[in-house]
C-alpha cells in the first residue's frame, strides 16, 4: 500500500516482519507475530500471515491500514494525560486520544500501557517496541505510582487490606505501598504504588475495600516522575532515564 504516508525500507539486509514491526514502535516481537498471525499485517498492499516472513528495501508495511517506518530514531518521551483522553492512537468515538498531545512530533509514538478515560498522569509513549514490551511484561514488576482521592474514610483496617493484598474479582492483588497523604472528612487523598496493571487495577482495589475513586493520578513509573509537566503537555526523557527503563 503506497502513498502520500507511506515509507520504504532503508536495509540493504532482510530483516523479519516481526521485528520491523517492533523497531516501527508499534509492538513487542511477540505481539507482532499475533498481528501477523490474525491477518493485521500487509506487505505491499498484500496480507501476510506466515510467521518467518522478510522484508526487504523498498517493501512498504503497514498494520491495521497505516504505514509504518522502521528506520527512523527512537523518541522517549513522558506526557501528562488530562482526564476525558483516550490511551490509544485512534478512537471509533472521535473522542480526544492521547496521540494529539505529541502531534506535534514527525516520529510516531504508542503509548505504552493503558491509564482510563478519566485518569490523569505519567504516559510514556515511544517508537521503542522493545522497551515498551520490557515496561509492560507482568514478570518485570515495575512499580506504577499513583494519587487518588477517594470518598469516605479510610480507616486503619482497610488501609492494612490494601497493603496485603484485596480480591479485585477473581484475582488477589499482591502487596502494595499505601499512605494516606490527607484525610478529610469526607475524603482521603492516597498514595498507592503498584507492580501489576490489570484492567483499572487502583479503582478496584479501593472498591474492594469501600471506597470510590473520585480522581485519579499517576505519578510515578519506576524511579520516573511527573514532577511538575502540566497536564495535555509533553517532555522528552533523558539519557539516564532512558537507560534506566531499559535497565528494568
Ligand atoms: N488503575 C486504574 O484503576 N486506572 C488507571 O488508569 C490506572 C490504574
Do not use: W
Amino acid at each position: 500500500m503506497r502513498g502520500l504516508f507511506s515509507f520504504a525500507l532503508c536495509y540493504n539486509t532482510l530483516m523479519r516482519l516481526n521485528k520491523y514491526i517492533a523497531a516501527a514502535g508499534v509492538c513487542s516481537r511477540r505481539k507482532a507475530d499475533e498481528l501477523i498471525a490474525n491477518g493485521n499485517v500487509k506487505v505491499n498492499g498484500k496480507v501476510v500471515r506466515e510467521m518467518g516472513t522478510n522484508v526487504e528495501e523498498g517493501d512498504s508495511v503497514s498494520v491495521n491500514g497505516t504505514p509504518i517506518e522502521a528506520n527512523e530514531s527512537k523518541v522517549y518521551v513522558v506526557v501528562n494525560k488530562p482526564p476525558g483522553f483516550v490511551t490509544s492512537m485512534s478512537d471509533d468515538k472521535d473522542r480526544p486520544t492521547v496521540a494529539q498531545l505529541v502531534a506535534d512530533i514527525p516520529e510516531r509514538l504508542f503509548p505504552v500501557g493503558r491509564l482510563d478515560y478519566n485518569t490523569t498522569g505519567l504516559l510514556i509513549m515511544t517508537n521503542d517496541g522493545d522497551l515498551t514490551y520490557t515496561l509492560t511484561h507482568p514478570k518485570h514488576e515495575v512499580s506504577k505510582t499513583y494519587v487518588a482521592t477517594v470518598a469516605g474514610v479510610l480507616s486503619n483496617v482497610r488501609l492494612a487490606k490494601l497493603r496485603k493484598g484485596v480480591d479485585i474479582g477473581g484475582f488477589v492483588t499482591s502487596p502494595a505501598q499505601v499512605r494516606v497523604l490527607k484525610q478529610n472528612p469526607r475524603s482521603a487523598v492516597v498514595e498507592i504504588s503498584i507492580h501489576e496493571g490489570k484492567n483499572r487495577q487502583v479503582r478496584k482495589m479501593f472498591a474492594a475495600v469501600g471506597n470510590k475513586v473520585q480522581s485519579l493520578e499517576r505519578t510515578a513509573i519506576g524511579d520516573i516522575r511527573l514532577g511538575r509537566l502540566l497536564q495535555g503537555h509533553y517532555r522528552k526523557l533523558t539519557r539516564a532515564e532512558v537507560e534506566y527503563l531499559k535497565s528494568l
